[in-house]
Each structure stands twice: as structure tokens, then as C-alpha cells.
């Protein structure tokens, strides 16, 4: 095999593998996430959850306020809300990550934006 056969092959193959990686069979979590009716709900349950668990003692199961002030109608994105959460803002403390993730402070942003609507 020449030099130019062998870079022709090598060229058809990773393009060949980069098209099977970009647009190639679905991977395993495509078919979870291409279900985005179940989505929503999952999340505002969780998150529910999640804010009966870290916050609702200072804000009210409801969101509308105790020790913390209201928190509906909903007014942060998931980037603020996380920042307030592990920074803290004034009277209110930061959050550890074992007592909220990430994850569940995304879905708290789900969980007040539905209580808004
Ligand atoms: C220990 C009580 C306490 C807990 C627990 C608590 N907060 Fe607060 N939070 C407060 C207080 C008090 C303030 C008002 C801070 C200030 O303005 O001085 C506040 C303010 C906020 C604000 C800013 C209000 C606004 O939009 O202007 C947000 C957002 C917020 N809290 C979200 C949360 C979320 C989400 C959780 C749960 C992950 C949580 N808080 C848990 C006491 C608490």
C-alpha cells in the first residue's frame, strides 16, 4: 500500500467514525431525554422535594415566604439561584452541597417557576 492509499484510508475512516459519533445510532441516554413530557414533571417533583428539604423551613412550603422572603413569582435563573444558595445573602446561610446538589437546585428553579404560573 503507497503513502497516498494509506492516507486516503486513514481520512475514511475517522470520518467515518466522527460522522458515526455525531450523528451515528442514538446513544443510551438520547432515548430518556427524547421524552420531554416526562421531563418537566420529574423535575418539579424533585425539586419539590428538594425545597421542602432546604428551604421551605425559612421560606415557607409554598415559597411565600417566613424567615426568607417570598420566593414566588419566581424571579432567579438556575445560575442565580445557585450562586444565592452556596454563597448565602444576608440573614441566609450558605447551603452545603450534602444538604442540596447542584442538580436539585435546577430542579428548585422548576419547582418555584411552576408554583408561578
Ligand atoms: C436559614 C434560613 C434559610 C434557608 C434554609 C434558605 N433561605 Fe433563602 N433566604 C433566607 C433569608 C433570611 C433571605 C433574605 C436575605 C437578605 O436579603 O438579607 C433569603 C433570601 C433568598 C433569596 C433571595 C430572594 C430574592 O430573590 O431576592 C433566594 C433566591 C433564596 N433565599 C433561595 C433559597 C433557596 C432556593 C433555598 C433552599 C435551597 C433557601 N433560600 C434556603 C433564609 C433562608
Known amino acids: 500500500m503507497n503513502l497516498r492509499t494509506r492516507i486516503a484510508l486513514v481520512t475514511l475512516i475517522t470520518s467515518a467514525w466522527v460522522a458515526c459519533a455525531s450523528t451515528g ?3 443510551p441516554e438520547t ?3 427524547a421524552s420531554p413530557a416526562a421531563q418537566p414533571a420529574a423535575s418539579t417533583a424533585g425539586g419539590r422535594a428538594a425545597f421542602l428539604n ?4 425559612c421560606h415557607g412550603e409554598d415559597a411565600t415566604g417566613g424567615l426568607g422572603p417570598p420566593l414566588v ?5 438556575a445560575e442565580t ?4 444558595v452556596r454563597n448565602g445573602l444576608g440573614l ?3 447551603l452545603d452541597p450534602g444538604l442540596i446538589t447542584d442538580d436539585q437546585i ?3 428553579v422548576a419547582f418555584l417557576n411552576s408554583l408561578s404560573q
Open 25 to 27: 445510532v442514538p446513544a
Open 31 to 33: 432515548p430518556a431525554a
Open 54 to 57: 432546604a428551604c421551605s423551613g
Open 73 to 77: 413569582p419566581a424571579r432567579r435563573d
Open 81 to 84: 439561584l445557585n450562586e444565592i
Open 92 to 94: 441566609m446561610p450558605p
Open 106 to 108: 435546577v430542579q428548585v
